[in-house]
């Protein structure tokens, strides 16, 4: 079983849709839980960082975290072309160690 | 402009060829990392070095070494490249140490093959 795991997609969805993107991780001690984007020949980006259960929203990126069931998902609204790109999930575990996820890769099709 | 700046860009090269992928970084991060990235495999770390002098083993070291001589360089070595380390690379760096990064800056990456 991999620490970190997301499906490998493609997710295609319509422009405007939300699109939800989703995570698994096995450590049950992670505390810090990241998503970044990485366009198709680019290096990642860091668009979100989550701590606490719940919610946490920024603009049209949602994060939300379930350290109870140990999964953590993203959501866009609003969804639009730009937004294609691999999102991966990354997880602080218990050791401190930052692990990556194989990453989903998201197609938004006008 | 705060980066990290990784050359080369592209890097083709045969088994066995010492090579050098340089990795720099102009916002005096104690942090540094390299990682390699393979379809299906994701990111792996390879090297991690938490400041001057002090590096450690990731995930993936075999074939590979590191030195941090300096706070803004960071360079990877293949001693004697194989194809297996065919891959994109990166550097990354951060103002902490990974337990607690905020952010990992990365560089544009190296795409390097092996012959």
């Known amino acids: 079983q991999k620490e970190v795991e997301q499906n490998s997609g493609p997710l295609s969805v319509p422009e405007g849709a939300i699109a939800s993107l989703n995570c698994t991780y096995s450590?049950?001690?992670?505390?810090?839980f990241f998503w970044y984007r990485q366009y198709s020949g680019k290096s990642p980006e860091l668009i979100m960082s989550?701590?606490?259960?719940g919610d946490k929203e920024d603009g049209r990126f949602t994060a939300q975290l379930n350290k109870a069931s140990q999964y953590v998902s993203l959501l866009i609204r609003d969804s639009q072309p730009s937004d294609s790109a691999t999102y991966l999930c990354?997880?602080?575990?218990?050791?401190?160690?930052?692990?990556f996820g194989t990453g989903t890769r998201l197609q938004v099709f006008p | 402009e705060a980066q990290v700046t990784q050359n080369p860009r592209y890097l083709i090269t045969v088994t066995g060829k010492k090579l050098t992928v340089t990795c720099s970084q102009n916002m005096n991060h104690e942090y540094m990392s390299w990682y390699r990235q393979d379809p299906g495999l994701g990111l792996r770390q390879i090297y991690y070095?938490?400041?001057?002098?002090?590096?450690d083993k990731g995930d993936v070291p075999e074939g590979y070494k590191v030195s941090r001589k300096e706070k803004r360089n960071f360079p990877l070595i293949l001693e004697s490249p194989s194809p297996n380390q065919t891959s994109l690379y990166f550097c990354?760096?951060?103002?902490?140490?990974?337990?607690?990064?905020?952010?990992?800056?990365f560089g544009s990456g190296t795409q390097l093959s092996v012959l």
């Open positions: 990354a760096s951060s103002s902490q140490g990974s337990a607690t990064n905020e952010k990992l800056f």
């Open positions: 989550i701590y606490s259960n």
């Open positions: 070095s938490m400041n001057v002098e002090v590096t």
């Open positions: 990354a997880v602080i575990n218990n050791t401190d160690k930052l692990i």
């Open positions: 450590d049950r001690g992670s505390q810090s």
